[in-house]
């Protein structure tokens, strides 16, 4: 039978040891990585600058079986220090042309883009409402951009611990559809989810249709069924909204990446096989 959702895995080139990404190594390395593991997807974390070797990748990618879920954008931010809602116009001009980078790499790849940390962190004791009318006016012409090119944007749904602009999924939610932003999606992170939501399954309910991508991880971001987390209850609400895309391990490796990969598979394939 075949797999309800395709399972995929975090991935980067290089990271510490205190990155929630499991599969280090080049893109086509990473893969393989994923095929022998029995992963459907990888998501690449990567800056919008680098060289690709398209070919070798696709190349890669058909010999694997594995195909590229999403591209994160997140490294534009934390190391490249650019953002949508920056104070600075040529900060922000650089943001949005690094997220229109990330589209145009996406596109060659025939996957999404994830926008997390790009969007940015209002200043404390700030106004809030300039701030996101210059993130809705960004969010409007990287819409309009991506869905030319045929790339889906999801929107990452981050704690407050975090980040301060979309905590909660609702907020998100209501912000796509007063901006009409048609080809942007709902991210959603059961770790984070764990942490602001009253419900995770009544969540993914409310965003529904509008869901674009989902990250697994338990309640202290290890594997998926590692701690309290009520997985069984997520997949029902996945069967539920009729949920077709991506479910992806972003967790802490426990001991060994290569090990906490293969536990994370074993233990998503089991908790979707009690659900059923």
């Known amino acids: 039978m075949m797999n309800e959702w395709k399972i995929g895995i975090s ?18 390395e990473n893969l393989q990585k994923a095929a022998a593991l029995g992963y459907d997807a990888i998501e690449i974390h990567m800056r919008e600058n680098e060289i690709l070797n398209y070919d070798h990748i696709r190349q890669a990618m058909r010999e694997t079986g594995v195909s590229i879920s999403m591209i994160v954008t997140g490294k534009l931010a934390t190391e490249g220090f650019c953002t949508l809602t920056d104070d600075r116009p040529y900060v922000e001009k650089a943001a949005l042309k690094g997220v229109m980078d990330y589209i145009d790499i996406a596109s060659k790849l025939g996957a999404g883009i994830v926008l997390g940390w790009v969007r940015g962190t209002i200043p404390a004791n700030q106004n809030f409402t300039p701030y996101m009318r210059r993130l809705g006016k960004n969010l409007q012409e990287i819409n309009n951009y991506s869905k030319v090119h045929h790339v889906p944007v999801v929107i990452e749904v981050i704690n407050h611990y975090e980040m301060n602009i979309f905590t909660k999924a609702e907020q998100l939610l209501s912000f ?45 971001r290890w594997y998926p069924g590692s701690g309290n987390i009520d997985f069984i209850s997520v997949f029902h609400a996945l069967r539920a909204i009729h949920y077709t895309g991506y479910v992806t391990v972003e967790c802490f490796p426990r001991d060994d990446r290569d090990d906490t990969a293969k536990k994370a598979i074993e233990s998503i394939r089991d908790l979707i096989k009690q659900s059923s």
């Open 11 to 28: 991935s980067v080139q290089y990271a510490n040891n205190s990155s929630p990404l499991l599969l280090h190594g080049t893109i086509e």
């Open 176 to 220: 796509i559809s007063e901006w009409e932003l048609d080809n942007c999606f709902v991210h959603l992170d059961t770790y984070h989810m764990n942490l602001e939501e009253d419900n995770l399954s009544e969540t993914i309910l409310q965003v529904g249709d509008k869901l674009g991508y989902l990250h697994l991880a338990d309640n202290q």
